[in-house]
């Protein structure tokens, strides 16, 4: 009768606080809390009713199954490694952590939430409900985040993106590099909510990734936007201080870009909805892309180059701007171009409208095949020639 006594207790430590200096390990049930200060302590394959307290550089691992019924509260930590098939059903808050401590969910952990205040390097490749990470280090998340999503507020680091799936991201002042990019040992990510980077400083690079479900907005980005072999819904760009670079992108929904000094570049890419660039945007080019919706380049501070665009008929409005517009082997549109300074219209073929009028500067039209071209009230006389005009031709483009 002794010895099965002295077996229940042992499987099931019913304490008040329980004190691990090394190791907790099978078939313990501890219904209390547990405090880790100042000491490593593996958790293995028990299961704790309590919270797990971290403090004072203590350091903590998980495995072989430990499940918690509570929390993980960590302040003044070291590293701390959630691995095996880890479950934890309350949530992980991390605070103020030593230099250089690193948290760690492994592929088969599941954790609720995940809060983290402090310069710690993270690593996810377990799943988790939400992430949020303020004045963090680096992070890669490698792993699944579900509907709370991301959350990452200021830090200096750098963010990586790896065979992620993730409900949804907002990051924000942030100082570092944003690296949502597929490369050989690191597969596509897949972003079914939106994704917001503002107010930060560094590189914003998305490569082979998948966001059509949600939108993208990077906002006050001081830094270079690259966006590559990537579909997205919804698009905002603004007030980026870099360049701005879109190749294979498949643009889904609507897109607005403004307030970019040093310019967008397009190439190769599919516009499916309506576009507008604007408002003290720098150059602008795009070249070889299909448009499926009405584009408007209007109020930008640099040159305007369209080459070789397909456009399934649709609109494209160029007014106001302060630079050269250079319209180029472009077909399958109708295009307006009015109130601008050099205009040079050549070699465009079945250009269903084009009306170019009020421009400031020489106007240059020429071997293109159009439906109707208006031509009026530019301040310098058109240079036309060799252009065929299967309908109307009216104002200076008249011969």
């Known amino acids: 009768m002794l010895r099965i006594l002295l077996l229940c207790a042992l499987a099931r ?79 992980v808050q991390l605070s103020n952590p030593l230099p250089g401590a690193v948290f760690i969910v492994g592929p088969h952990a599941d954790i609720n ?31 699944h985040i579900g509907g709370g999503g991301f959350l990452l507020e200021g830090g200096n680091g750098t963010l990586v993106l790896c065979d992620a799936d993730v409900g949804g991201m907002k990051i924000s002042e942030m100082k570092g590099q944003i690296l949502a990019w597929a490369r050989p040992n690191c597969k596509p990510s897949n972003i079914t909510g939106s994704m917001s980077v503002e107010k930060g400083a560094g590189l914003v690079k998305i490569v082979r990734n998948n966001l059509d479900a949600g939108d993208l907005s990077v906002i006050e980005q001081d830094g270079n936007v690259v966006i590559e072999d990537t579909t997205v819904g919804d698009m905002g760009i603004s007030d980026v201080s870099g360049t701005i670079t879109m190749k294979h992108l498949v643009a889904d929904s609507d897109g607005i870009v403004s307030g970019s000094l040093k310019g967008i570049t397009i190439i190769e890419s599919e516009i499916n909805g309506d576009f507008l660039v604007g408002h003290n945007t720098g150059n602008v080019v795009i070249e070889d892309s299909k448009i499926g919706g009405d584009v408007a380049i209007e109020q930008t501070h640099g040159n305007v180059v369209l080459k070789r665009n397909v456009a399934n008929y649709a609109m494209l409005a160029i007014s106001r701007t302060f630079g050269e517009v250079h319209f180029y082997e472009n077909s399958q549109l109708s295009v307006s171009i009015v109130e601008n300074m050099n205009v040079y219209f050549k070699r465009n073929k079945d250009i269903r409208t084009a009306d170019i009028q009020k421009n400031t500067g020489r106007v240059v039209i020429k071997n293109n095949y159009v439906g109707t071209m208006k031509c009026l009230a530019n301040e310098i006389m058109a240079e036309y020639s060799y252009n065929t005009v299967t309908g109307i031709a009216s104002g200076q483009c008249r011969v």
Not at 34 to 43: D, N, W
Not at 113 to 142: F, Q, S, Y
Request: glycine share 20%.
């Open 113 to 143: 939430k995940i809060g983290i205040m402090g310069p710690t390097d993270v690593l996810l490749r377990g799943r988790t409900g939400a992430l949020a990470v303020e004045w963090g280090a680096n992070v890669v998340l490698a792993g």
């Open 13 to 91: 430590l019913a304490l008040a606080g329980v004190y691990c200096n090394g190791m907790l390990t099978q078939p313990h049930v501890i219904e209390g809390d547990v405090y880790v200060t100042g000491t490593a302590c593996l958790i293995r394959g028990v299961k704790v009713g309590g919270v797990v307290y971290v403090r004072d550089g203590g350091v903590l691992r998980t495995d072989g199954g430990a499940y918690f019924e509570g929390s993980i509260i960590a302040e003044g930590h070291g590293n701390i490694f959630l691995l095996g098939s880890t479950k934890l059903i309350g949530d």
